[in-house]
């Protein structure tokens, strides 16, 4: 302690190179550690890269025939769906004025309307294919192919509909796109297609709907995808016993030729007696006759009736068996026969033409 008080500079020294060796050691150790992972990565590295270039990839020509024979193959299949999707995007050398825009609009709506009508499928006030802007004047230029593109689209969804036989089209809305108003559409980098936004309110049948929604996932005429969809029953609440409707079989006199109807368990009716002075028929008699000797009441009835109908063709023949009245309709009234309102948001799709890649 002395020493220490004695030569303070010298021991301040002492002290501080003791902190840097200490220091440097941990540093020196922790960068040890560093190394050994850093080398232990590059070692497996080495090692991968080495066992790599040992395997028989090329220059063999089997490997070379394989390559060649994949790149075929997809580009084939690129063509393929490059050809598929090609009737759903537009000719950029097509030009399409205002009024041939308005006069194919006109002609779609009265064809949808005629065959609506025909259908019996009633349709909102004021329809007109969701292009209500333009039911009374024209469009702008800039917007008719993308317009015109939109109208064949939603012609056929319409006409499918049609097809499917809903009880009534509630609503058909569009959306309106921006070439309407003058603007420019900038799609995003990677973007394939654009999306035309629409919305449709009908109500149907279980068989309708079903129908209309398969008409929206065939793509031969135009590319539809459904965003969302909200089916709701007509009725809240559940069916009732109330609601069940039982048919009721018609009323009609009894055949007394049926072995199981109500004249089985009772005397026939006796014959009508022959008028004054006229001799009863002899087939009547002869019929009357033989159902007695028989001893049932059965062939009394069934010989005087023959008896009688050959004697007199005026007298009526037995009424056929009456049908069973058939009730199974019922089980629908009851588990439920309402109609269905049906909300879908989807949209028509525009592709883009495909981008051209520089080869290497």
């Not at 006069?103 to 499928?121: Q, S």
């Amino acid at each position: 302690m002395n020493w220490i008080k004695q030569n303070p500079f010298l021991s301040g020294l002492l002290g501080a190179t003791l902190v840097l060796c200490g220091l440097l050691t941990a540093v020196a150790i922790k960068g040890l550690s560093k190394y050994q992972d850093a080398k232990s990565r590059f070692e497996d590295a080495f090692m991968e890269v080495t066992k790599s270039e040992k395997l028989p990839l090329y220059p063999i020509s089997q490997n070379r025939q394989a390559k060649i024979k994949a790149l075929d193959d997809y580009g084939q299949s690129v063509e393929k769906l490059r050809e598929f999707y090609s009737k759903y995007q537009l000719d950029p050398n097509s030009k399409i004025t205002t009024q041939e825009f308005t006069n194919h609009l006109k002609a779609a709506n009265e064809e949808v309307v005629k065959t609506f009508k025909a259908a019996d499928i009633k349709l909102p006030d004021n329809f007109f294919m969701g292009f209500d802007a333009y039911n009374g004047q024209l469009a702008r230029s800039g917007s008719t192919a993308l317009l015109d593109y939109q109208l064949d689209a939603v012609r056929h969804l319409l006409l499918g509909m049609a097809e499917a036989r809903p009880k009534e089209l509630i609503r058909f809305y569009r959306t309106k796109i921006t070439e309407e108003d003058d603007g420019v559409y900038e799609p995003f980098e990677n973007d394939v297609s654009r999306k035309f936004g629409y919305e449709i309110v009908f109500k149907g049948s279980e068989a309708s709907v079903r129908d209309f929604i398969n008409k929206l996932g065939n793509r031969e005429s135009s590319c539809y995808v459904i965003r969302s969809m909200r089916i709701n029953n007509e009725k809240d609440t559940p069916p009732r016993i109330s609601d069940a409707k039982f048919e009721k079989a018609p009323s009609v006199d009894a055949d007394p030729g049926n072995p199981f109807g109500a004249a089985f368990f009772e005397e026939a009716p006796p014959a009508p007696a022959p008028p004054n002075g006229v001799t009863a028929p002899e087939g009547t008699t002869q019929g009357a006759t033989q159902g007695a000797t028989q001893g049932t009441t059965q062939g009394a009835t069934q010989g005087a009736t023959q008896g009688a109908t050959q004697a007199d063709p005026a007298v009526k023949k037995p009424s056929p068996p009456v049908p069973i009245v058939d009730s199974s309709r019922i089980l629908s009234q009851v588990l439920g026969n309402e109609e269905l309102q049906v909300f879908i948001r989807f949209d028509i799709l525009l592709f883009f033409p495909a981008k051209e890649k520089t080869k290497p």
